[in-house]
């Protein structure tokens, strides 16, 4: 009899902790939010677009590259939405004050984007932000209204910012580019983005970028597991294969720094490791700020990117054209580290390499309008969109999202694919008026740090600066979100 009951006591105990076992292991899914959508069920038949922001004063004399402009866009998704919005943004400048869009009409862009988030609430929307700017008034205004807003303090959790910029709509449709929730994103500043639509597989794992960040909310330490629920659906490794505009395509997502990837998940330095790799034939990078450093004290060479341009060059013979922007914050060792990129393909026969330069129009009142905001490269391959200037410390301590998408050029069908439209896009960049050579020995003015070194004595018109513009171009240009338009950064 004692045995028997010994027996049952033992069974019963067993049973509890089976099943408290498999509750752990599953609570994280239990309560899921994915509506049901799974990777199974998911739609992979997409459409893309290409989005683009080209200011007022840029001219293109090539009409064949019009594209959607990114405002359009934006409110395109937002016509569309029906349940969800979410959006992570590294700044958040939408309302224009009177002033700025008295002068600049494109300015009222922003406002207006401004109050159609606002009016999301009378349409039943729920619009989610994930923010790290902790003291944003306009975030407070949208949370008292119509947002709900989660704070992430990334100076606690990585010593950086959040930088990522994307949207997902629905978990259908999504934006991601360099354009963030600044007006100067939709009127001053020239930016390239994608919206695709319909396409739920990918949405499903850009949600999950997404939900990572929702739930740091005021954490103090990055937790030390994962809910499954944030690892990776697709990776570099295992990139989701779907249909962009009835075109084969494969795609991924990459996050950064690397201690806010769970498992499975690409970080971007991986993805465009990967996209410089594959590469075959040539390499064009269009980048607002590029400089193999990395701002710590003491300051360190940082040679991820730079060594694996080189390699393309030297070992694998990719051309390689690099577009840089030439603006107030430059840092004036850009030239140098560029300059010593270029001799290394001195007298080497089928090695290419060139840079130039993107310098915006200036004003008459000194000011720089039109600056090169685009973080895009395309290959004969792929093309990879970030979030993050190619500047050492975006990738080691800021947050940001990219994504491949891999298409083969030379494709049978005559309709452009979104790899072949970007291509077009760099092309056009690079051929302008807007756009300078680099020349030996000659660094080219783009701030006044240099003219003031290079020509102290000559009365030049110049754009007001904040003169800090030495180091951690990174740091300027999230200054640079609250700054006003008097001092020229436009
Ligand atoms: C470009 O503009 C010219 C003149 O405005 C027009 O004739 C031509 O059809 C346009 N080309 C394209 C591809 O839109
Ligand atoms: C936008 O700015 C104007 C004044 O410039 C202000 O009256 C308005 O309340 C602001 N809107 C929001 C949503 O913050
Ligand atoms: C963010 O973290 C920093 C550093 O730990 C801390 O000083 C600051 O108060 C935090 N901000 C908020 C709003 O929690
Ligand atoms: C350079 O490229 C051409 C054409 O692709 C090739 O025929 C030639 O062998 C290459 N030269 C060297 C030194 O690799
Ligand atoms: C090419 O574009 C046209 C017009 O947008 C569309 O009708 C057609 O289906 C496309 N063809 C392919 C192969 O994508
Ligand atoms: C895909 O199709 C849409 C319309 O269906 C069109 O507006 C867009 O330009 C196309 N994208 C590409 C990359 O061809």
Sequence with gaps: MKSQQKCIVIFALVCCFAILLALIFSAVDLWGDEDGITEENCNRNCRVVLVENIPEDISFLDNGTAHVPLSVGLHNLLNLATRSVEIVSPQWALNTSDYESSFLPSARQGRALLYKLLGLKAKKVNLKIASGMIESAELKSLDRHSADVHYVNMTTLTRGQLRSSFWVVDRKHMYIGSGSMDWRSLATRKELGIIIYDCSCLALDLHRVFNLYWQLQYKEF???????????????????????????????????????????????????????????KFIYISITDYLP???????????????????????????????????????????????????????????????????????????????????????????????????????????????????????????????????????????????????????????????????????????TDNGMAFLGASQSMESSGSRKSSNGSL
Excluded at 252 to 267: A, F, G, M, Q
């Design 222 to 280: 990055i937790p030390s597991i994962w809910s499954k629920r944030l690892y990776a659906l697709y990776n570099k490794d295992e990139k989701l294969s779907l249909l962009l505009n009835n075109t084969k395509a494969e795609i991924y997502v990459s996050t950064s720094p690397e201690v806010l990837c769970p498992k499975d998940r690409t970080r971007d330095l991986e993805a465009i490791s990967r996209v410089i790799q594959e590469a075959r």
């Design 293 to 463: 450093l990395i701002n710590t004290n003491p300051q360190r060479y940082w040679s991820r990117i730079d060594g694996m341009v080189r390699e393309a060059l030297i070992l694998r013979n990719v051309r390689v054209r690099l577009l840089v922007s030439c603006w107030e914050q430059t840092h004036p060792l850009t030239f140098n580290f560029v300059w010593s990129l270029k001799t290394l393909c001195m007298q080497q026969t089928n090695c290419s390499l060139e840079v130039k330069f993107f310098s915006p129009s200036q004003q008459w009142d000194g000011t720089v309008r039109g600056i090169n905001h685009n973080r895009f490269m395309v290959t004969d391959k792929a093309v990879y969109i970030g979030n993050l200037d190619w500047v050492g410390n975006e990738f080691a301590f800021n947050g940001g999202a990219g994504m491949v998408i891999n298409q083969e050029e030379g494709m049978e069908q005559k309709n452009l694919t979104i790899v072949d439209q970007i291509r077009a896009t760099f092309d056009r960049d690079w051929y302008s008026q807007y756009t300078r050579t680099l020349q030996s020995n000659k660094i080219p003015v783009c701030n006044k740090h240099q003219i003031n070194r290079l020509a102290p004595l000559k009365a030049i018109q110049i754009p």
